[in-house]
């Protein structure tokens, strides 16, 4: 077991660079925007693990914290004219101060009161994007300009754009990454198994929950803020809480509680939506639902999971 643990360990950094390089050289092979989607979702569906997959909190509002950040950092590009930087910084904020108070109104609760005090919270901010004026209702906020990065690199060249997006993935993963492996990460971790000794072992399970919560908010709001500027739109969808539903979909189709079955969930089912929306239309819903069942049914720890499993099973063999 120590043997296959120090394997993984070794492997990891390794991995890791693989992964980073084949980032860097990607858009020459695949169209920019496809990954930039990807990338986007990737983050979100890495933010809502946090909550999840290391601290047992099942949210069904998290849409709420990507359409938020997404629409203030809209507003602030658009109408207010500042930088694309400032824009994400600001929906990212937005979306952390939102997670506070969804998380002061809900995190006393567990279980299923937990996760529908989430869904309530976050239909109230759908109807709040859907009735005031200023986020475009149902048309959504369109129009928003990319602008230029520091005032400097123009971000309407879809190159320049998929760097930037790249380069927030990979600020917000390490976010994460360091976050689980700090002791922060672990007392999260004790939390999830047993949070009554940890109670007993004198830690302050709320505030610990709260702080997850917060940062897995926020950290949401960094993809969805990225998201507007990638498609230059807010919409009603990003609220929506189907879109709550499709990042569940994400994480545990990639791997629930591990660190990169959420991206792998993210570009199957991104990859999915558009080879598949042409040809089936409405009954890709429908596809993905059957897709959830056949996961929960047969592979449990998701596509990583699995994949880790496989792994560990050859190297006791």
Request: hydrophobic share 55%; net charge positive; aromatic share 12%.
């Amino acid at each position: 077991m120590s043997r296959n643990l120090s394997m993984f360990a070794r492997a990891t950094p390794l991995l890791f660079g693989a992964l980073f390089v084949l980032g860097l050289v990607a858009p020459f092979a695949v169209y920019p925007t496809f990954l930039m989607k990807i990338l986007c979702f990737g983050l979100f569906a890495c933010a809502f693990n946090l909550l999840l997959g290391f601290a047992g909190l099942l949210s069904f509002g998290h849409a709420a914290f990507l359409g938020t950040a997404g629409y203030v950092c809209g507003m602030l590009v658009r109408d207010a004219g500042v930088t694309p930087e400032v824009g994400i910084l600001g929906g990212t904020l937005a979306a952390g101060i939102l997670g506070w108070v969804f998380g002061v109104l809900a995190i006393r609760r567990s279980g299923i009161y937990f996760a529908m005090i989430t869904l309530a919270l976050a239909q109230m901010v759908f109807f709040f994007a859907l009735q005031w004026r200023a986020t475009g209702g149902e048309d959504g906020l369109q129009g928003v300009p990319r602008g230029h990065l520091f005032g400097v690199i123009d971000l309407s060249n879809n190159l320049a754009m998929y760097y930037l997006v790249f380069a927030v993935f990979c600020i917000g993963f390490f976010i994460i990454y360091r976050a689980i492996h700090s002791p922060f990460g672990q007392i999260l971790k004790a939390i999830r198994e047993n949070e009554p000794r940890a109670v007993s072992l004198g830690y302050d399970v709320t505030k610990f929950k709260l702080l997850a919560f917060v940062l897995s908010a926020a950290l949401a709001g960094l993809a969805g803020a990225t998201k507007t500027l990638v498609f230059q739109l807010a919409s009603l969808t990003d609220v929506h809480w189907h879109m709550s539903g499709e990042v569940v979909l994400m994480t545990l189709l990639g791997g629930l509680g591990t660190i990169l079955g959420p991206l792998a969930g993210a570009a199957v089912i991104v990859s999915l939506q558009s080879e598949l929306a042409d040809k089936v239309g409405s009954w890709v819903t429908v596809i993905m639902g059957a897709i959830f069942v056949l996961c929960v049914l047969l592979f449990r720890r998701g596509i990583v999971g699995e994949l880790q499993a496989l792994i560990r099973r050859s190297g006791v063999n």
